[in-house]
């Protein structure tokens, strides 16, 4: 049982979102954002990000300089690069050690957090552990798709943190910052 108070490390969520609380198709992402795939590398370099396997199919390599911890039920599934689990507090254990034995190797770009990495399942499970939510808010006019579950918004204090315009290529969009009040 994980009790939140007890977590070595602090989970925090990442997810890019419209409107409608929608993440992606179920394979892939619907958007293209380059700033915002630079802004979740630079914030999870050095972190263990906790992810599902849709999620790391839909990526379909490890991302570097970070722990790739993959939540399945398949006790055969295995791919190069990800520390597979699964039970969610089993991905939190590896996530603590992985953190342990990169800072005790002298690793000082390592940061002492966790990243619940998407999908929708994923995110289902480890909320409720969260007390901070790195938020991309996109305009992307869809109510089809896989949804980032409800938020009780009144729990949780927003800043904005920056604002883009659309370009050609790029839809408006903008990032927050939600902590748990
Ligand atoms: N916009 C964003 O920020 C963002 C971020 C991440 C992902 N996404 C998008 O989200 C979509 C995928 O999300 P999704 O919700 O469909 O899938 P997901 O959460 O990535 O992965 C679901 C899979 O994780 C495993 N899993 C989930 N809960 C588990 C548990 N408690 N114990 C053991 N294994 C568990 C199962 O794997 P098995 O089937 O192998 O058992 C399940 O099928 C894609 O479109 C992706 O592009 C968007």
Redesign the pocket.
Known sequence: MIIKENLKNPIFC????NENRI???????LWYLPGDLKRVKKLTMGSPLI?????WD?IGRPLPGRANIV????VS?SADGAIVV???EDAINKADEWINLNILNNQNLIQKKIFL??????YK?GLEYCDNIEMTKVKFDTDIG?KFPELNESEWKKTKLEHHLATINVPEHSYWHYRRK
């Open positions: 990442i997810v890019a979102m993440i992606g198709d179920g394979k892939n992402l992810m599902g396997r849709k999620t839909s939540l399945t039920n398949s599934w699964n039970t969610f990495f998407g999908g929708a399942e994923i499970v896989i």
